[in-house]
């Protein structure tokens, strides 16, 4: 069974780092497709960053400059680091492909995600 593992969310002040860590296993997949979702309250999911190729990356524009994904093939892990993290960046984040993974039922999966909260 597939399993997303976040991890490395907590309370940041403004300004401050955090790199958050994700953990896949159980179903074969392109971790070159993979991507971070964060959704905010009140607002919807929305991709920050994802890798397009195996060298190559997107950022939201809200993020860029800010935030960089990174992977480790043999630990089937991605990271997000982030920097410079704003008010704004407070959500709940998840790791997945672009397009997310469907599992039986026809349903995308999703993780538990991991809380970031940027605040004074």
């Known amino acids: 069974q597939v399993q997303l593992v976040e991890s490395g969310g907590g309370l940041v002040q403004p300004g401050g780092s955090l790199r958050l860590s994700c953990a896949a296993s159980g179903s074969i997949f392109s971790i070159n497709a993979m991507g971070w979702y964060r959704q905010a309250p009140g607002q919807e999911r929305e991709l920050v960053a994802r890798?397009?190729?195996?060298?190559?990356?997107r950022y939201a524009d809200s993020v860029k400059g800010r935030f960089t994904i990174s992977r480790d093939y043999a630990k089937n892990t991605v990271y997000l680091q982030m920097n410079s993290l704003k008010p704004d960046d407070t959500a709940v984040y998840y790791c997945?492909?672009?397009?997310?993974?469907?599992?039986?039922?026809?349903?995308?999966?999703w993780g538990k995600g991991t809380l970031v909260t940027v605040s004074s």
């Open positions: 997945n492909k672009d397009p997310p993974l469907i599992i039986s039922g026809g349903m995308p999966y």
């Open positions: 890798f397009t190729s195996a060298i190559t990356t």
